[in-house]
């Protein structure tokens, strides 16, 4: 629900950044409720066109069929942050975009400059269009996609506490295994050419290992309306 204050409000943009594990979805979220604003979560978009392609039989260790398939799909996102969509062509792939296989293949597709292209543009066009404001989640928002916003926040945890976090999330995921997944995604994620993971110099950095979700929320919370206040 909309608050008088966010409605009055100029719009403000929040750019959300971080590795997986981190509590940046669960934070987004919430902040956007609490706040008033839209919410884009930009990794389920890159997890959306991989399902696209995967579905379809692309070769996604080829990054030229990746490119030249990278125009097809129709990726549309709903940004309420009670109730975030995503579809594909109209089909809703809220659940087969969090599978095993996509999330083992997504890093490699995100990595191809056609498909970071095709996705900031579309990025671009729904942060524009959020009226009272948006809260972006992802790894290039505040560097690349949106590096006018208001606020960067850019979200860390010790490699243990991401772990243990998504291996809760996971139902009781092995931990290990869990570790060392998320450590080689972190790493794919860090290192590709084009807008790789990375803290934007303006960026605030909270290291969320020893803090609660609520701590979090309530610090990023201070934060925009701060930058609110002062609009
Ligand atoms: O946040 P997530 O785990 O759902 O993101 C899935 C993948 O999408 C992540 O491993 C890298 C990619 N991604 C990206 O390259 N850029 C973003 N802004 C968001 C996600």
New binding site residues.
Partial sequence: METTAARTAPAVIVAI?GP?GTG??STSKAVAAQLGLSYL???????AI?WWMVTNGIDVTDPSAIADAAGKPDIVSGTDPSAPTITVDGTDVAGPIRTQEV?SK??AV??VPEV?AR?TEL?RSIASAAGTGIVV?????GTT?LPDADLKIFLTASPEARAARRSGELKGADVQATREALIK??A??SS?KT?P?AKADDAVEVDTSELTLQQVIECVVTLVEEKRAAK
């Fill in positions: 950044d997986s940046k979805s979560d930009t990794g389920a978009q890159y997890r991989t999330t997504v890093s995100s990595a970071r996705i990025q989640e992802g790894r290039d928002i996609v995604r972190d794919a994620d590709r807008s993971l």
